[in-house]
């Protein structure tokens, strides 16, 4: 007889971790990034983990939490110039110090590094939480092309 092993298993709850994911661009945006951090923060949740994100507001009807999601912050941005579909996030130091003192992740992950995801990492790092960055666009090359240099 061969032994069986199961290819996926729920986490433990010891192995569920709170993560953050703070993002410049975030459905309802379509756009690439915005479309793959969707589906990670799918993921996680069906492995188990808590998972919040904290994204810039794109209309001014966009209030402190999205429609359908009690998980995601939106916080206050501006429309990146040339490219109206996107804002860019301001720093957030006083809202996410706020959110994450009262339900603390275990773990921040800044998707994109704007001012927001800059205040993002300060405030991780005052509050000892681990924080990392992953690279999903390359915004150096683009910035050219919105006139930001």
């Not at 569920?16 to 793959?36: D, K, L, S």
């Not at 110090?97 to 921040?108: A, I, S």
Request: positive net charge; proline residues 9%; hydrophobic residues 35%.
């Amino acid at each position: 007889m061969y032994a069986t092993r199961a290819l996926w298993s729920p986490p433990n709850a010891s192995d569920q971790r709170h993560i953050c994911i703070v993002t410049e661009t975030y459905p309802p945006e379509i756009n690439g990034v915005a479309m793959t951090l969707s589906h990670l923060v799918e993921g996680l949740r069906t492995q188990g983990h808590a998972v919040s994100v904290v994204r810039p507001g794109q209309q001014p009807s966009d209030g402190p939490s999205d429609n359908g999601d009690p998980e995601v912050t939106v916080v206050r941005g501006l429309p990146l110039p040339g490219y109206k579909g996107v804002h860019v996030g301001l720093p957030a130091r006083g809202v996410l110090q706020g959110r994450w003192m009262q339900h603390r992740p275990d773990v921040v992950y800044v998707a994109t590094e704007g001012p927001l995801g800059w205040s993002a990492v300060r405030t991780a790092q005052r509050l000892e939480i681990p924080v990392f960055s992953g690279f999903h666009t390359n915004f150096h090359s683009y910035s050219k092309h919105y006139r930001l240099g």
